[in-house]
Nanobody, 110 residues
Framework: VKLVESGGGEVQPGESLRLSCETS????????MRWVRQASGLGPQWLAA???????DYLNDVKGRFFISRDNKKNTLYLQLNDLKTEDTAIYYC?????RGQGTQVTVSS
């Protein structure tokens, strides 16, 4: 299993980012996938999930701002982050079960 996140960066409040997670080593199209994040000094926080049929679910705090999607032809998972807030600062990981990638840092600062 390989999960490689990208797309993070430093942005100002209100701006947007699109995170990607390129995957390999498993049947992506038939795998339930999640995004989680971990802020400094805190435990991991589940954000969003997408099932094999495209059904999505979100943490209430990010619902309407974050959008998860998948491209099964590219074996890639996405997370669109809109209207970012300073409290969204964290390392963002895609996850398959207990497997996670190395993460991508998102910093929101004015």
């Amino acid at each position: 299993v390989k999960l490689v996140e990208s797309g993070g960066g430093e942005v100002q409040p209100g701006e947007s980012l699109r995170l990607s997670c390129e995957t390999s080593g498993f049947d992506f199209a038939n795998t339930y996938m999640r995004w989680v994040r971990q802020a400094s000094g805190l435990g991991p926080q589940w954000l969003a999930a997408i099932d094999v049929d495209g059904t999505t679910d979100y943490l209430n705090d990010v619902k309407g701002r974050f959008f998860i999607s998948r491209d099964n032809k590219k074996n890639t998972l996405y997370l669109q982050l809109n209207d970012l807030k300073t409290e969204d600062t964290a390392i963002y990981y895609c996850a398959k079960g207990s497997d996670r990638g190395q993460g991508t840092q998102v910093t929101v600062s004015s």
